[in-house]
């Protein structure tokens, strides 16, 4: 049975806008495809057809003159032989080539030297017929398919300007002493063009390291117990439930469950996070994490498809691989763009053999046309752009799942957050001690003691705060839980009790003298537990344990720096008012920009009512917040590295750090930018270049190096992307 989910198809042949959209069209004729998108700079096309066979889709490929197969899951290395024949043809094409460029290159210093006709055409036609040869295939697999693409106007230029050569050798003009051979401007050509095709090549890779670096981080093998011994075994054996054992140094092969050991794992390169994050038994390791002190032993909660790794590589290559909304403009203009340059060639030398009777001439401007015109940059433009934007924001941390958000995302107005594990830590903290007494250590002593081995989420806080101050537990003996209320134990000869303020005046606390301390507390929306020891007197109230949701670190940060970038932050919370406000004055909010009390429901009305002033970020843990997740104009999942599906949001955020979110908004708008000025200039290039070229202006092999840079020159530009730093890097 057909999954709903979209296909994945590598596509080979491709060599400029117009094949895209070739491609793109043959797949949506085929019947039951409901889309069908088809990206240049990855050569991969995206189908969405439930229940038709791949094996259709790959025909209709095949009949369009291309070449597909279904997308491996991890992609092959990249062929060696491959890469070093397309080098070795480049350097050929270099050397022949050398010598016909030669006497321009040295005309300007007073050297006036040619080959002998029967030279230039010795070395022209290698170059045109063996190692252009890629061209005429191309192209005559387009015309085929009854359309134009990039080749056929290399294929034409280039021969008509060998044509016209061979012609003048073979057949001098009268009155010239050496007959006009123009079998430099076909060579130079072809040789330029297909330095282009190497250097976009080369630049592509690069930009698609990040999924590579991803990729390599999955182990060959890993270290399973069985049958009490260790047994390295190829990962693709490895089963859930296995349990699994990683040395110090060494990468964790599979998504886990400590069973026993401590250490600390990296995960800057699955998360983005710089610092270790320490592991002990009960915690979850992701695989592609490197292990670092110690030794663990590992159960295997999820294996190939299913791992974290797995599904982060299948979220950036989607993202990768989808067309971003600014990329139809281009293909609206790219399919009827070869078809139009043919047509102003075909004017340019009518043009100028009618009117000057120069034919040689009108051929090698109409030539000048054909090679300027490929529309090679157009084509690469936005996708380069997003490949790289959406690969450096992977490696900080930033899961881009919608190509569409990533665009959308530089239009935010407002960006709403969740409290509750988005802003805060998401579980109690032991936020306030204060001893009546003045002494904070001996109250948090004694509350440790009581609490020991107790696995009451208010307990672990007492016990991490302890921990975190280095406090040792007072020496508490005959501890009781007493149900709803609280803990008691005797310190010494003196019962100790730590629960509500209601247990406290079952007990005959007076609580009158703290009132203050209590309301402070409410206020804060905070959850109070009352410390009190027996006395012959009667009971004696110690001290005050306050327990709340704590702020995260980079919560203030992440505020101020969209507020920096012009955006309104607002907090969007279920939790009390009291609690809410604390936490906003906390962190740098206005009380106009925080919303308590709120259901799911509630939060997607918030939502809605703050689109009507502009496009809407939504910020939450992607739980009860996915309604409003969905609601907004762009949803921001906070996930902790292992969940990265979210299906409500477009865009992931690996590790709960709320200043992504910023980093978010800048990528967008650095890799939308990036768009922008790649497409200026590859209009820039044609625009200008084709009339230049039909003016007669421009020499083709003028034109086949401007046609070169073009496609370089926009794929180097997105490159620049990966300079980017994010805030969110510490």
């Known amino acids: 049975m057909q999954s709903d989910s979209p296909l994945r198809l590598d596509i080979t042949g491709m060599t400029c806008a117009s094949c895209a959209g070739r491609v793109e069209k043959a797949l949506r004729k085929v019947e039951g495809v409901r889309d069908a998108s088809v990206n240049l700079a990855t050569d991969t096309a995206t189908v969405v057809a439930p229940g038709v066979p791949a094996g259709r889709l790959v025909q209709a490929v095949e009949q369009a003159g291309y070449h597909a197969r279904l997308h491996a899951e991890a992609a092959p290395p990249m062929s060696a032989g491959g890469g070093s024949r397309e080098t070795r043809h480049l350097w050929l094409a270099v050397l022949l080539s050398l010598p016909l460029a030669a006497p321009m290159l040295l005309m300007p210093f007073g050297v006036h030297w040619a080959l002998p006709g029967w030279a230039q055409w010795l070395l022209a036609t290698p170059v045109q017929f063996w190692l252009g040869a890629r061209f005429y295939r191309a192209g005559f697999a387009a015309l085929r398919a009854r359309s134009g693409n990039m080749d056929q106007l290399v294929a034409l230029g280039t021969s008509a300007a060998y044509g016209l050569s061979v012609y003048h050798l073979l057949a001098p ?105 320490p592991k002990a038994p009960g915690d979850t390791v992701t695989g592609g994490a490197v292990n670092g002190e110690g030794r663990l032993r590992l159960r295997t909660v999820a294996v190939g498809a299913e791992t974290a790794l797995a599904r982060i590589v299948r979220l950036v290559e989607d993202a990768q691989a989808k067309k971003a909304p600014i990329q139809r403009i281009v293909d609206r203009v790219s399919a009827v763009f070869v078809p139009t340059v043919i047509v102003i060639a075909l004017a340019t030398l009518l043009g100028w053999g009618l009117l000057q009777g120069d034919w040689p001439r009108a051929l090698l401007n109409a030539v000048a046309v054909l090679v300027i015109a490929c529309p090679c940059a157009l084509g690469l433009a936005t996708p380069a752009a997003v490949m790289a934007g959406t690969g450096v924001a992977a490696r900080a941390g930033i899961l881009v799942k919608d190509v569409e958000a990533l665009e959308t995302t530089r239009h935010l107005r407002t960006v709403a957050f969740d409290k ?132 995260r670190p980079q919560s203030a940060e992440a505020i101020a720096a969209l507020r920096a970038m012009g955006l309104r932050p607002v907090m969007l919370s279920g939790d009390s008012r009291g609690a809410a406000h604390a936490i906003g004055a906390a962190i740098g909010l206005r009380d106009d920009d925080v919303r308590a009390e709120l259901l799911p429901d509630d939060k997607v009305a918030a939502i809605r009512a703050l689109a009507a002033q502009g496009p809407v970020g939504m910020v939450g843990d992607g739980l009860n917040d996915a309604p409003a997740l969905a609601a907004a104009t762009v949803g921001f999942a906070m996930g902790s590295g292992t969940d990265v599906a979210m299906h409500a949001a477009g865009v992931t955020l690996m590790r709960p750090d709320p200043r992504l979110v910023a980093d978010a908004v800048d990528i967008s708008r650095r890799t939308v930018r990036k768009i922008h000025q790649n497409l200026f200039w590859a209009f820039v290039y044609n625009v200008v270049g084709i009339p230049l070229a039909a003016l007669g202006l421009l020499d083709p092999m003028l034109a086949g190096a401007a046609m070169a840079l073009s496609s370089v020159s926009v794929v180097t530009n997105a490159l620049l992307l990966r300079r980017w730093t994010p805030r969110a890097h510490d």
């Open 173 to 277: 003009v009268a009155g010239h002493h050496a007959p006009p051979l123009y079998f430099e401007s076909s060579a130079v050509v072809v040789t330029l063009v297909l330095l282009g095709k190497w250097l976009e090549a080369r630049a592509k890779r690069q930009a698609t390291d990040a999924i590579r670096a991803l990729q390599a981080l999955r182990p060959a093998t890993a270290r399973v117990l069985r049958a009490g011994s260790e047994a390295s075994v190829p990962i693709d054996e490895v089963a859930v439930g296995d349990e699994v054992v990683v040395l110090p140094g060494e990468r964790i092969p599979v998504d886990g469950v400590v069973v026993d050991g401590r250490s600390h794992s990296d995960e800057s390169l699955l998360s983005g996070e710089s610092l270790p994050v």
């Open 420 to 551: 509750t594990g988005t802003l805060t830590v998401g579980k109690p903290a032991l936020v306030r001690l204060q001893a009546l007494d003045g002494d904070e250590a001996g109250l948090l002593a004694v509350a440790t003691g009581l609490q020991q081995g107790s696995e009451h989420p208010l307990a672990k806080a007492v016990l991490d705060a302890a921990r975190e101050r280095s406090i040792a537990a007072a020496g508490i003996t005959d501890i009781t839980a007493v149900a709803g209320r609280g803990v008691q134990g005797r310190l010494g000869a003196a019962q100790v009790a730590l629960g509500h303020a209601r247990w406290m005046g079952e007990l005959g606390v007076d609580l009158s003298t703290v009132r203050t301390l209590a309301d402070a507390a409410a206020q804060a929306g905070l959850t109070p537990s009352w410390l009190a020891v027996a006395t012959p007197a009667g009971w004696q109230l110690r001290g005050l344990l306050a327990f709340g949701d704590a702020v």
